[in-house]
């Protein structure tokens, strides 16, 4: 007299893929929040002018799940005093783009303000992404943690 078991190998299979879209929807949801929070947070801080709008239109996020976009977030917020040829959103999404070639395994969030200006801008002491970042490294390993408790569950 054996056991017989009142499952099948299919069955398992099933719920081991079941378990691990949880998982990624679990991932993918946490890193779209890090990333919603870190591009407002930029947005709000109000240490430059930005004239064209085009700096604050270029800051956005895009993430990555072994080299392919999963998700991403450009999205005009502001319209500048003076009229501009450039579309910030169109220039943040392309440098976020090629950031992205750069990430061919696992997750990645990045984060960009992508006129080739924004850099010049912080090294004058303002702040265009460096609070942001610094708002990700310290919300990142709470978001973890609380991400392992909710995986558990």
Do not use: W
């Amino acid at each position: 007299m054996g056991i017989k078991p009142k499952f099948t190998k299919a069955e398992i299979r099933s719920t081991f893929v079941q378990r691990k879209d949880r998982i990624e929807q679990a991932i993918l949801a946490t890193l779209m929040y890090l990333g919603e929070m870190c591009v407002n947070h930029a947005r709000s801080v109000n240490t430059y002018q930005d004239q064209t709008g085009n700096l604050r239109n270029s800051i956005g996020y895009i993430i990555v799940k072994n080299g392919r976009t999963i998700a991403s977030s450009f999205v005009k917020s502001v319209t500048g005093t003076v009229e501009s040829d450039e579309d910030g959103v169109k220039i943040g999404r392309g440098l976020a783009r090629e950031l992205a070639k750069q990430h061919n395994t696992g997750y990645a969030l990045i984060v960009v303000a992508g006129m080739n200006y924004a850099a010049a801008v912080e090294s004058k002491g303002f702040d265009v992404l460096s609070s942001a970042e610094h708002l990700a490294e310290k919300e990142f390993p709470r978001m973890i943690r609380d991400l392992k408790l909710q995986i558990a569950a």
